[in-house]
T-cell receptor, first 116, second 114 residues
């Protein structure tokens, strides 16, 4: 089973709202990732968590706040977003980040976010 | 800088014909290489991967890819495409250290003609 589950599938929010995206995996993976994908573009890395600790933040604006409460769950808290933040947000997980086959990343179906 | 290049933005292939999607990488050392497929509005599904060893790797859905170090390439092939193969295909790379996220090419949009 290589399933990564993301909720909700779709989200519409205003620029003053606070919302959260959720990602869950039960593969025992210890690395989890957030990617942002704009229309007709490749995914771009936002954050990497390794063993529940933030290891990479790709200079993402503070209106995006990641959280990894346990090894199976990854959240992305959203606040005061801009219309240009509308995108598909993808979560991925891998066994860990130590290299080789342990780095194979499995993706969820994504959350389609629209900011009005 | 590390990069992955997919030179073809769109490719149109007739159903039943063979397919080759190109991918080149630019890394200091040979990275780990992947091909992912994305159907409209969906997440990414891993087709196949190369880490080391045999340069011809087999994946799911009848796809294969060949790693050529001399050409810094990792091209994806399928001998006979089906209409359901229409999708966006991404080549991706990961440095040997493994602590980073994936670097993706810009993608190739595959169109299947009946």
């Amino acid at each position: 089973d290589t399933e990564v589950t993301q909720t909700p599938k779709h989200l519409v929010m205003g620029m003053t709202n606070k919302k959260s995206l959720k990602c869950e995996q039960h593969m025992g993976h210890r690395a989890m990732y957030w990617y942002k994908q704009k229309a007709k573009k490749p995914p771009e890395l936002m954050f990497v968590y390794s063993y529940e600790k933030l290891s990479i933040n790709e200079s993402v604006p503070s209106r995006f706040s990641p959280e990894c409460p346990n090894s199976s769950l990854l959240n992305l808290h959203l606040h005061a977003l801009q219309p240009e933040d509308s995108a598909l947000y993808l979560c991925a997980s891998s066994q860990d980040t130590s290299g080789g086959t342990k780095n194979i990343q499995y993706f969820g179906a994504g959350t389609r976010l629209s900011v009005l | 800088a590390q990069s992955v290049t997919q030179p073809d933005i769109h490719i149109t292939v007739s159903e039943g014909a063979s397919l080759e999607l190109r991918c080149n990488y630019s890394y200091g050392a040979t990275p780990y290489l992947f091909w992912y497929v994305q159907s409209p509005g969906q997440g990414l599904q891993l087709l196949l991967k190369y880490f080391s060893g045999d340069t011809l790797v087999q994946g799911i859905k009848g796809f294969e890819a060949e790693f050529k170090r001399s050409q810094s390439s990792f091209n994806l092939r399928k001998p006979s495409v089906h209409w359901s193969d229409a999708a966006e295909y991404f080549c991706a790379a990961l440095s040997g250290g493994g602590a980073d996220g994936l670097t993706f090419g810009k993608g190739t949009h595959l169109i299947i003609q009946p």
